[in-house]
């Protein structure tokens, strides 16, 4: 058995222990009860909220390619970016996203393997910072109520996003160029995301009065959600384990992270249109 699929199947194990854990905990009812009384406005407003977030996504994409002279046309990029999250989601055990999106630029356009997966990388690297800069600005806030310990948790998530250039700057070339613009862009990225979590629970019409615990408790499941197949199974735990520092009911808290997943689902399968009537990418000709 090769790496890639150990891996694969080491994630599908892990999303399904950790669902069956959940569901074990609840009455899956109380669940379909949520959904079949929930606001549909803010059901269809968190939809739009989270496209808008994968649009940013892949414009953020598109910059780091463009920073490194990879001139890829913004509407092809956003074709590509749609294929890729399809394959991420429901292709278990092939190409990955990131990499169909190296294979597809590489084979069309002959640009080198090398750096386009570079750039990927370097893309997914600072959204991950973002996240872990919003992470320890918010838990200044939630977990201290000292306004002294709020300055620092400011002043510690801004040395992280210094740090973070300092590094990148250090192992890559040029992404001191364009450090700043794309990890803007995750931020901006991470508020739409954050944005959707919230008209769930304004389509669930729950009484929150801890609202930017809903959000912490979001961005720790998007970062620990890497260890399971397509987030499935570690953001529903992690709803579940928070649900007491929630405040909330445990049914209530996986919903929430249970209705991203299928939301990031049914966007993903966007990407078939463009599998199906073949994706034809195009450049320009300068930045």
């Not at 269809?44 to 953020?60: E, K, M």
């Not at 190296?102 to 600072?126: M, N, P, S, Y």
Request: with cysteine; aromatic share 18%.
């Amino acid at each position: 058995m090769n790496k890639k699929l150990f891996k694969t199947i080491a994630k599908i194990g892990v999303s399904c222990l950790l669902l069956y854990f959940v569901f074990t905990k609840i009455d899956f009812n109380q669940i379909l009860a949520l959904y079949k009384n929930s606001d549909t406005f803010y059901l269809l407003l968190s939809i739009v909220l989270f496209v808008f977030s994968q649009f940013i996504s892949s414009i953020r994409l598109n910059y780091i390619f463009h920073q490194n002279d990879f001139l890829l046309n913004h509407s092809s990029n956003l074709k590509l970016y749609f294929v890729g999250m399809f394959y991420n989601f429901f292709i278990p055990g092939g190409v990955g996203g990131d990499a169909y999106k190296v294979f597809i630029l590489h084979k069309q356009f002959g640009w080198k393997a090398k750096e386009l997966t570079k750039c990927v990388f370097i893309d997914r690297l600072i959204g991950l910072l973002a996240i872990l800069f919003l992470l320890i600005l918010m838990s200044s806030y939630l977990f201290f109520s000292n306004s002294f310990i709020l300055i620092v948790g400011i002043i510690a998530s801004l040395l992280s996003f210094f740090l973070g250039k300092i590094i990148l700057a250090r192992i890559f070339k040029k992404t001191n160029d364009y450090y700043t613009y794309s990890f803007l862009y995750s931020i901006v990225i991470q508020l739409f995301q954050l944005g959707t979590i919230i008209s769930f629970i304004h389509a669930f019409k729950l009484e929150v009065a801890n609202i930017l615990g809903y959000c912490f408790t979001f961005l720790i499941s998007s970062v620990l959600s890497v260890v399971s197949f397509a987030g499935f199974g570690a953001r529903e735990y992690v709803f579940l384990k928070a649900s007491t520092f929630l405040g909330t009911d445990e049914a209530i808290a996986i919903s929430i992270g249970l209705s991203f997943n299928i939301i990031t689902a049914l966007i993903s399968l966007v990407g078939v249109f463009f599998i199906l009537y073949k994706l034809s990418l195009k450049t320009i000709s300068s930045k």
